[in-house]
T-cell receptor, first 107, second 115 residues
Framework: KNEVEQSPQNLTAQEGEFITINCSYS?????LHWLQQHPGGGIVSLFM???GKKKHGRLIATINIQEKHSSLHITASHPRDSAVYIC?????????FGTGTSLTVIP | DTAVSQTPKYLVTQMGNDKSIKCEQN?????MYWYKQDSKKFLKIMFS???????INETVPNRFSPKSPDKAHLNLHINSLELGDSAVYFC??????????????FGPGTRLTVL
């Protein structure tokens, strides 16, 4: 069983829709990361958080440490948001990745 | 200005060969990493290197060895390449080590194909 589980695995949305991607983890962590992998393969770090909520533009990430759960929200989704979103958690010197959520936003 | 760069971008080689992938970061970060992304797009950490301390993922075969000539570089050497080594390898860096959080900056990846 993977230490990090993401849902849904695939997501298709219409442009403008509000999107939520969920991440659950089973280990105690030092930080949780949300990453975006573009269709071309490049990986970008979106958020690193250990408590509460962070916002950057149309993206919002929240974490509930007690429930070992995090969500990534995208407001007013746009076709350029189409990518794979990956949740990862740091535990000591180890780093565990979720399997990713493939998002497609249709115009 | 490229923050984390890798060379080569593509690498095609025969089984049994030895190859290296180079990584350089110009961010002044103290910690560097190597990750492997397999054909199912699943990412796994291979190594992290901080202030000459090497942390190895125990699942990584000892045919893989990181070499750091200085703080800005962490190269990946692979001996006796096998078909299963075919993957995309990402280098990354962070100011702080993973145990302190460690926001990651990724290189563009190197696609290795072993024939």
């Amino acid at each position: 069983k993977n230490e990090v589980e993401q849902s849904p695995q695939n997501l298709t949305a219409q442009e403008g829709e509000f999107i939520t991607i969920n991440c659950s983890y089973s280990v105690g962590i030092s930080a949780l990361h949300w990453l975006q992998q573009h269709p071309g393969g490049g990986i970008v770090s979106l958020f690193m958080l250990s408590s509460g909520k962070k916002k950057h533009g149309r993206l919002i990430a929240t974490i509930n440490i007690q429930e070992k759960h995090s969500s990534l929200h995208i407001t007013a989704s746009h076709p350029r948001d189409s990518a794979v979103y990956i949740c990862a958690v740091g535990l000591g010197n180890q780093f565990y990745f979720g399997t990713g959520t493939s998002l497609t936003v249709i115009p | 200005d490229t923050a984390v760069s890798q060379t080569p971008k593509y690498l095609v080689t025969q089984m049994g060969n030895d190859k290296s992938i180079k990584c350089e970061q110009n961010l002044g970060h103290d910690t560097m990493y190597w990750y492997k992304q397999d054909s199912k797009k699943f990412l796994k950490i291979m190594f992290s290197y901080n202030n000459k301390e090497l942390i190895i993922n125990e699942t990584v075969p000892n045919r893989f060895s990181p070499k750091s000539p200085d703080k800005a570089h962490l190269n990946l050497h692979i001996n006796s390449l096998e078909l299963g080594d075919s993957a995309v390898y990402f280098c990354a860096s962070s100011q702080n080590p993973l145990v302190s959080g460690g926001e990651q900056f990724f290189g563009p990846g190197t696609r290795l194909t072993v024939l």
